[in-house]
């Protein structure tokens, strides 16, 4: 308790310090929400674990640490991490430890009434527009890295499509963490609001330098247009020292379609909220691979609420664990009075490959309407001795047999991105991830 | 090519096997024929090196080699394979790189270089050729979503691409139609060889209509009770098992 106080005192000395500098410290509306958001933030401070939806996952180590956002970026970006990542394919906003980055951007072009900016200017240039929509996502969501986030956010992506208009290219967004001497905080508010009709590719990275502590304190809001239809993948592959939160809230009007796939592979603690709401006929597929090792920590939260009748909801999430890494799967899909004839499916496998490697999988179902199908399944397991006795009666040893079906378990889900070189970048963050014996590229 | 001398074989500490002994030259095919519970596929197990079995005594050499020593990938290497009787499903990992990685595995194991991606192919492809197969079945995940028919045409593939020295066939003909049996065994008698010897294990009679065996030996309760030519498939077409049992007993 203590720790608490001492650390909401912190952050609300922090948030004094930094409240002039902010993005958008001019713009009123923005500053009522900003003091709302430390208010809260102060009262309640970081999640925790009595909090039903934080069961398992304390984020105390996070506490334990002062971060802070050094508003001077005079660090050098490692340009070979950043260029690793970055996909020809698409175009790109690129953030350096929070801060937008327009040299290194590749900003699209743009169909009429479209906006694509980095939040901090947007916030200069369609202030009316970012007053109306910005926490429109978020109002049934609450927990203390949202208002963290509110308070403190630095930059982001903001989007605005019109109706029917689409960008020519995918989007990536790259978030790149450097080496600093304090323990780096970035706060990343993402808005994109998709008008009726229209239609975007997203690509979230998220990378940083191996063996350097920051915390990622990301929220991103999705307003669906009517018929719209958007398509997301995060990668995460943060240094193995790093904290992660990243939250992904999406209103899907009528008839919206939101595919979202993600991939957990870094950092110390990580969570992942990906909460939607449904109106009618709306649809929403989430894949999900985690893949950990060490002593990480990693968390998937995940909300499907089915608001109005004939929505469909697929959703598979993977997850495999090693050492002494633990992994949270929790699904939850609600099915509201109103929401006839929804179909809904939800499975969540994981592989437990070591005695110390431990996963809590909690899917939830909750259905208060009476003419729906619903279906869901979890399994958690080891390796199949049948399938490792296979490979090895045709020659393979067993430790390349048990590489080999761990890889296949996990490229299940990497296999169902379409974006050819997004795919390729996913496996060879995937393939970091493993002992070489056995995994040969040209499988790919 | 392998000498079986007096094997016993043990579940749990449930002998199965109760004293085996079996000679094969190379180019011999050997069926063995028994019925449910004689210890048919306790044997080929235990020659593969499937774990769980206690072999407490006797001893199998394989080209010389004290087999049972080998762990099961080594027994592959060294020209040995099964033919499993239920094919595994292994969704994610594609028939083509199963076959080259074993195929690779085992050239490794004999001091070769690996085949690069382009040999690999070229080779590969003659053997589906050779066998009238689909090549698009090498880019489906290994047995996922196969007929009984496929999976066994797929073992007989890898069978093809590795070269064993010993094939044991482990009833091969389980599940199949007549017209699947008569392709599959198509596909192993394409495989014959003066080199390459066959341990076929079946149940029924009707395979050997297919694979002309040079030697059919009788199991029942862990025992070879009875071998001799070919014409002992026949006998027992006639008789069943039953009067085998009895012998057996007694």
Known sequence: MNQDLKITDFYQSEYEKQRGNLAGSELGWLKVQREQAIKNFSEN??????????????????????????????????????????????????????????ERSDLPQLPEGAVVK??????????????????????????????????????????????????????QLLFVSTKQDVAQLSTIRNLLVIEE???????????????????????????????????????????????HFGGTYVKQAKHSIFNHQSFSFGGALVRNDLHTGL?????????????????????????????????????????????????????????????????????NHNLLLSDNAEIDAKPQLEIY??????????TVGQLDDESIFFLQSRGIDSERAKNMLTFAFANEQVEKIELADLKLLVQEQLLKQFPQEGIEKEWL | ?????????????????????????????????GPNGSGKSTLSNVLAGRDGYETPEGEVLFNAKDLLEMAPEVRAQE?????????????????????????????????????????????????????????????????????GGEKKRNEILQMAVLEPKLCILDEVDSGLDIDALKIVSEGINSLRSPERSFVL???????????????????????IVKSGGPELALELEKEGYGWIEEAAKA
């Not at chain 1, 990378?207 to 920051?214: D, L, S, W």
């Not at chain 2, 043990?10 to 180019?27: A, F, H, Q």
């Not at chain 2, 009707?206 to 025992?223: E, T």
Request: charged share 25%; net charge negative; hydrophobic share 40%.
């Open chain 1, 279 to 347: 109106r009618t006929a709306a649809d929403v597929t989430l894949d999900g691979l985690f893949l950990v090792g060490g002593r990480q920590h990693v968390d998937n939260h995940t909300r499907i609420s089915h608001t109005q009748p004939h929505a469909t909801s697929r959703e598979q999430y993977k997850g495999i664990l090693s050492d002494k890494a633990r992994g949270v799967f929790q699904g939850r899909v609600i099915v509201q009075e109103g929401a006839q004839k929804t179909n809904s499916e939800m499975n």
């Open chain 1, 45 to 102: 401070g970081f999640p925790s674990p009595r909090e039903e939806e934080w069961r398992y996952t304390n984020v105390r180590p996070i506490e334990r640490k002062q971060f802070t956002s050094v508003a001077d970026i005079t660090s050098t970006v490692d340009e070979a991490l950043l260029r690793g990542h970055r996909l020809e394919s698409a175009d790109s906003l690129v953030f350096i430890d929070g801060q937008f980055s327009a």
């Open chain 2, 1 to 33: 090519m392998l000498k079986v001398e007096n094997l016993h074989a043990s579940v749990d500490d449930k002998e199965i096997i109760k004293g085996i002994s079996l000679y094969i030259k190379p180019g011999e095919v050997h069926a063995i024929m």
């Open chain 1, 118 to 171: 980095n939040m901090a200017d947007a916030l200069a240039s369609h202030s009316e527009l970012l007053e109306a929509k910005l926490g429109r996502a978020l109002h049934d969501e609450s927990h203390g890295f949202l208002d963290f986030n509110s308070a403190f956010f630095s930059d982001g992506l903001f989007i605005y499509l019109p109706k029917n208009s689409a960008l020519s290219k995918p989007l």
């Open chain 2, 201 to 223: 294990i079946t149940h029924y009679q009707r395979l050997l209509d297919y694979i002309k065996p040079d030697f059919i030996h009788v199991l029942a309760d862990g025992k």
């Open chain 1, 197 to 243: 009709g229209a239609s975007v590719e997203l690509i979230e990275t998220w990378v940083g330098e191996a063996g350097h502590c920051y915390l990622n304190a990301a929220v991103t809001e999705v307003l669906a247009g009517e018929n719209s239809s958007i398509k997301m993948t995060k990668l995460q592959a943060e240094s193995n020292k790093s904290y």
């Open chain 2, 79 to 147: 020209g040995l394979f099964l033919a499993f009787q239920y094919p595994v499903e292994i969704p994610g990992v594609s028939n083509i790189y199963l076959l080259k990685a074993a195929l690779n595995a085992a050239r490794q194991a004999r001091g070769l270089d690996a085949l690069d991606a382009m040999d690999f192919l070229t080779y590969v492809k003659s053997k589906t050729k050779m066998l009238k197969m689909d090549e698009k079945f090498l880019y489906r995940s290994v047995n996922e979503g196969f007929s």
């Open chain 1, 369 to 378: 309407a009476d003419d729906v199908k619903c279906a869901h399944g979890v």
